[in-house]
């Protein structure tokens, strides 16, 4: 589609394209205790057809903006792997990669369900518990996220220049609903107990 309607965006695998997801209430939140926080993407879909010819992408990945001096990216927080010590911050002795990437964990991978209206869709989910717990009781910042499907993931900052991912070169595209389309909305879901 040459002209996207409002409330949609548009992820091709890389060298593909991204989407920028900022959440201006994360930052009100009060101390709490998050039991799960993850955001929610779904498929729009367009034709059953053209969905399986012109497949989703097997991964998403999510990681923060630093919109410093000098705007970058960086991983998640605590999220990627929780069995590994790293640094986003890159101000420590600890790695900045957490080496793998736990998908059963942070998620990212592609899955399948039944929408509402009866059909398949393909939906991707990213838990950023940790991340958002860490916030709320510390008060660490509040960073935009971007979404999109890596062939490589790319840190500037990182000894390693690009560090592989699951996906194939130019292999996959996905229509997802943006925070306002009112039938596939992109959203980050708390559960969370009050103290």
């Not at 993850?38 to 010819?53: G, M, N």
């Not at 590994?84 to 420590?92: A, F, G, N, R, S």
């Not at 592989?164 to 943006?178: K, M, Q, T, W």
């Amino acid at each position: 589609m040459s002209n996207p309607v409002p409330g949609e965006h548009y992820l091709q695998t890389a060298p593909g394209t991204y989407v920028n997801l900022h959440i201006p209430g994360l930052a009100g939140l009060s101390n709490r205790i998050i039991h799960r926080a993850e955001v929610i993407v779904e498929q729009i879909p367009t034709d059953p057809v053209l969905d399986e010819k012109l497949a989703a992408p097997n991964f998403l990945y999510l990681d923060l903006i630093d919109s410093g001096s000098v705007p970058k990216w960086k991983p998640v927080y605590y999220d990627l792997n929780t069995a590994v010590l790293y640094d986003p911050d890159y101000k420590t002795s600890i790695p900045y990669w957490p080496g793998d990437i736990d998908y059963l964990y942070f998620g990212g991978y592609r899955r399948s369900k039944t929408d509402p209206f009866g059909q398949q869709i393909k939906y991707y989910n990213f838990n950023v518990s940790r991340y958002v717990q860490h916030i709320v009781t510390n008060r660490m910042p509040v960073y935009d996220m971007r979404i999109y499907a890596p062939f490589n993931i790319n840190y500037a900052q990182l000894s390693v220049t690009y560090i592989p991912f699951e996906n194939n070169l130019a292999f996959g595209r996905v229509r997802i609903g943006s925070g306002s389309n009112p039938n596939y909305r992109l959203r980050l879901r708390i559960v969370y107990s009050k103290i």
